[in-house]
Nanobody
């Protein structure tokens, strides 16, 4: 059974940083593309970042470019999201997810999802 468990969320002041982690089990981690999405109440899930087959190939949503960094440690079956210069509009539940596609920013193309971790940025 595939499981994705996010951690590292919390409350931080604007301008601060957080590092999210997503530990995967039940799959050959290096075989899959990993992504991060976020969602606030009443909105659709928004693409944040993805690693495409290798940590050397990454893509970011426009709203987080230059501030967030995605990385992965295949030996630990873990993907990370380093979030710097946080803004109140970054407040959301953050989810990690898995797709067999080499690249995707679309939630419906991801087949496994974690439970989410709350990030709250105060102003």
């Amino acid at each position: 059974q595939v499981q994705l468990v996010e951690s590292g969320g919390g409350l931080v002041q604007a301008g601060g940083s957080l590092r999210l982690s997503c530990a995967a089990s039940g799959l050959t981690f290096s075989t899959y593309t990993m992504g991060w999405f976020r969602q606030t109440p009443g909105t659709s899930r928004e693409f944040v970042a993805t690693t495409s087959w290798t940590t050397a190939i990454t893509y970011y949503g426009d709203s987080v470019k230059g501030r967030f960094t995605i990385s992965r440690d295949n030996a630990k079956n873990t993907v990370y999201l380093q979030m710097n210069s946080l803004k109140p509009e970054d407040t959301a539940v953050y989810y990690c997810a898995v797709t067999r596609r080499s690249y995707s920013t679309i939630p419906s193309e991801y087949i496994y999802w974690g439970q989410g971790t709350q990030v709250t940025v105060s102003s």
